[in-house]
C-alpha cells in the first residue's frame, strides 16, 4: 500500500509519467523460480466486444473471437480444441447521470453468457482489455461511432473507463452495485509477465472476470464441447464515458479488443463504485470468502485500506489503474476523467482531499477538534464519484446538527470554486452527526465533541474565571474540559462559583484561588508548591478513578480512587481537614502533609 500522497495536480502536470515499474517475466509450464509466486496468467483467445444502441431502448452486445492463440504461452486446454470461449449476449442496458453542460456520465453494462468448448476445465477465466495497430492510440477501441454511424470524437476514446456493474439508487443519486466479482485490477508488472497474442501492443493493467453462474464457492467452467447449450460462465462488461454537449455527439456504438486469460491466482478488485456502496461492499466480502479469493485489490478512496487491520484476504490498494496511455505515457487512471457534482465531502481542520485516501480525505483532524462555546469550522467540498472536486459547481451550503447535541450554525455559504466554510458552535457535548445540505445532496460527518484543554490566558485582562477571551480556546471550560494556568499569564483565575472540570494543571509559582467556592475535578490534578490552589474555605473535590494528585492544594474531599504521583518533588501539601467519602486516597513513596492553614 502506498502511504506517500502526492497531490493530483502533480499528477496530472507530470501526465502520469513515473509509471509503474515491469517484470519481463516469460510464461513457462514449469513452475516458476520463486515458488511462492504463482504464474502469469495464460492466454487463451482474443476477442471484439461490439456494444451498440448505447442511450437507447435497444442496446445490445455481440462477441466474436479474432484468433485462437497457440503456443507455449497458451492454456493447455486450446491444444485440441480450437473454438475456445463462446459468449452469447443476455442483457444490455445504460444510465446517465448528471447533465451534458456539467461533467455527466453514462455508464453502460453488457453481460454475456459463456460457454467453455475447449477441450478442458478453465479457472479465474478474465477478459484483459489490449490495444493493437488497429485500435485508437492509446486505447483498446477498434471503434467509436455516433448515431448516424459516422466516428465519434476520438479523444472520447481516452475517456472510457472501466466501472463495477452499476445503476441508480430509488433517489436517483447515489450508486448501487447489485453484484460483485465484475471488474479486475493488476499491477502493471502482472500484465507485463503475460505474453499476449501476436499483434497486441499495449496490455492494460484491468480486465474483467468470468464468474460461475452455478456457484459461489470457485469460477471453474469446466469443458463443454459436446454440448451447444451449456453456459456455465458469465461475463459483464462495465463501462462509463463522457456524454457529449449534443446527444447527436454522444458514443453510440463501442467496439472493443480483450485477450482472455487462464488464471491460477483467484484474484478479487472492490471497484470504486462497489466502495460506495455498504451493501456492494459485504457483497463482495462475501463472495471473496467464498471463493477462497488470494488477493483482493481496492482502490481509490476505499475505506479498506489498512493493511494491519485487512477487510479483504490478500489486500492491497491501487490508485493509478491505467486505463488510456501507454506503461511509459499514460494519460488517464481509472478515477478520471471528472463527472458530475453528486456528493459534499465534509473535511475537519487538518484535513485535505486526496485522490487515494479512504473516502477521499487525509490528514490529521484529532489535532483540531471542537471544543464547546467556540466556533468551529469545516469546509465543504463539492465533489463527484471519483474524488474530483466540481470547481463550476453552484450551490448554497448550510450546516444542520442531527444527533441531538446543541449548539448553533452559522450562515449558508454559496461554493466557491466547489468549496464552502461553514461554522458549528457546539454548546453540549457527545456525537455529532453534521450535514452540509445544498439544495439536492446533503453530506454527513460524524464529529466527536468532547472535552479539551483550556489555557488559562487572563486575556480579558481580568482574574474571572466565567469570562470566555480569559481562555484558550475563548470559552470557559465545562465539565470534561481540563484546564492549564501558565506561570506566564499576568493574573491568576479567580473562581466566582462552584466550577467542575476533568484535569488541572498548574504551573509552579501560578495558582487558582478558589476563595469559598468549590472545585470539581474528575481528571488529573498537579500543582506547584509555590503557588498551586488555594482557598479559604473553599474545596478542591476529587472525583476521578484511577488518577493522581500532587503539589499545593486545597482542603481535599476524595469521592473517586486517587493516588500521589511517585518521584521527586511530587509530594501533597494540602490543608486540613482530609475527607474521604466513599473514595480512596492511596500514598506511597512521597508525603502527604496536612497544614491547619
Not at 516469460?26 to 461490439?50: K, Q, S
Not at 458469465?234 to 456504438?253: I, M, Y
Request: aromatic content about 6%; overall charge neutral.
Amino acid at each position: 500500500m502506498r502511504f506517500a500522497f502526492p497531490t493530483r495536480a502533480a499528477l496530472l502536470l507530470l501526465a502520469f509519467a513515473a509509471a509503474a515499474c515491469t517484470e519481463d517475466r516469460a510464461p513457462t509450464v514449469t513452475p516458476p523460480t520463486d515458488p511462492g509466486t504463482p504464474p502469469p496468467p495464460r492466454v487463451i483467445g482474443l476477442y471484439e466486444i461490439t456494444i451498440t444502441g448505447i442511450g437507447s431502448d435497444e442496446m445490445t452486445a455481440t462477441a466474436k473471437p479474432v484468433r485462437t492463440p497457440t503456443g507455449s504461452g497458451v492454456s493447455a486446454a486450446l491444444n485440441t480444441v480450437s473454438s475456445g470461449l463462446i459468449l452469447e449476449s443476455v442483457y444490455s442496458g445504460s444510465f446517465s447521470d448528471g447533465t451534458r453542460a456539467a461533467g455527466g456520465l453514462r455508464y453502460l453494462t453488457s453481460t454475456f453468457r459463456v460457454r467453455n468448448s475447449t477441450a478442458g476445465p478453465l479457472s479465474n477465466v478474465t477478459y484483459i482489455m489490449a490495444g493493437n495497430a488497429s485500435t485508437l492510440p492509446g486505447t483498446a477501441i477498434t471503434q467509436l461511432r455516433k448515431f448516424d454511424g459516422t466516428n465519434a470524437d476520438p479523444s472520447i476514446g481516452l475517456q472510457v473507463t472501466p466501472t463495477g456493474v452499476t445503476n441508480l439508487g430509488s433517489d436517483l443519486v447515489s450508486l448501487q452495485s447489485p453484484y460483485p466479482d465484475v471488474l479486475q485490477a493488476f499491477t502493471e508488472a502482472e500484465v507485463a509477465a503475460i505474453t499476449p497474442p501476436a499483434g497486441v501492443t499495449n496490455v492494460f493493467p484491468y480486465g474483467f472476470v468470468v464468474r460461475n453462474k452455478n456457484t459461489n464457492a470457485n469460477r471453474t467452467l469446466p469443458s463443454a464441447a459436446a454440448d451447444p447449450n451449456q453456459y456455465d460462465g458469465l461475463l459483464t462488461v462495465a463501462f462509463r464515458l463522457p456524454l457529449q454537449p449534443t446527444a447527436a455527439q454522444d458514443v453510440f456504438t463501442l467496439v472493443f479488443t480483450a485477450f482472455a486469460v487462464e488464471d491460477t491466482e483467484t484474484r478479487m478488485t472492490e471497484s470504486i463504485e462497489e466502495s460506495q456502496d455498504t451493501a456492494a461492499v459485504r457483497r463482495l466480502r462475501d463472495r471473496a470468502t467464498s471463493l477462497g479469493a488470494t488477493t483482493v485489490t481496492v482502490l481509490n478512496g476505499s475505506s479498506a485500506v489498512d493493511p494491519a487491520i485487512p477487510d479483504y484476504p490478500g489486500q492491497r490498494q491501487l490508485c493509478d489503474v491505467r486505463t488510456a496511455g501507454t506503461v511509459a505515457s499514460p494519460s488517464y487512471n481509472i478515477w478520471m476523467p471528472p463527472g458530475p457534482y453528486v456528493k459534499i465531502s465534509v473535511l475537519n481542520p487538518g484535513e485535505v482531499l486526496h485522490y487515494c485516501a479512504p473516502y477521499f480525505r487525509t490528514g490529521n483532524p484529532a489535532a483540531q477538534r471542537p471544543a464547546t462555546n467556540v466556533p468551529y469550522t469545516v469546509t465543504a467540498k463539492a465533489l463527484d464519484r471519483y474524488g474530483n472536486v466540481r470547481t463550476t459547481a453552484a450551490d448554497t451550503l448550510h450546516l444542520v446538527e442531527t444527533n441531538g447535541l446543541s449548539g448553533s450554525v452559522g450562515s449558508p455559504v454559496a461554493l466557491a470554486s466547489g468549496s464552502a466554510d461553514l461554522t458549528v458552535t457546539y454548546s453540549s457535548y457527545g456525537t455529532s452527526i453534521l450535514g452540509a445540505v445544498g439544495r439536492r445532496l446533503v453530506g454527513y460527518r460524524s464529529i466527536p465533541v468532547a472535552g479539551v484543554v483550556r489555557t488559562w490566558t487572563a486575556g480579558a485582562g481580568t482574574t474571572d474565571w466565567n469570562t470566555n477571551n480569559n481562555w484558550s480556546p475563548a470559552a470557559v471550560p465545562m465539565s470534561l474540559d481540563s484546564v492549564y494556568v501558565p506561570v506566564a499569564a499576568p493574573l491568576d483565575p479567580v473562581l466566582a462559583s462552584n466550577v467542575q472540570v476533568a484535569g488541572v494543571e498548574v504551573e509552579d509559582v501560578a495558582l487558582i484561588a478558589l476563595g469559598a467556592f468549590d472545585l470539581t475535578a474528575s481528571g488529573n490534578v498537579k500543582a506547584g508548591f509555590s503557588g498551586g490552589i488555594t482557598n479559604t474555605s473553599g474545596r478542591l473535590f476529587l472525583s476521578g478513578i484511577a488518577r493522581t494528585v500532587e503539589g499545593k492544594v486545597p482542603t481535599l474531599r476524595v469521592t473517586g480512587t486517587y493516588s500521589a504521583t511517585t518521584g521527586t518533588n511530587q509530594n501533597i501539601n494540602a490543608r486540613a481537614p482530609i475527607q474521604v467519602d466513599a473514595g480512596r486516597l492511596t500514598i506511597s513513596g512521597v508525603r502527604l502533609q496536612a497544614d491547619a492553614n
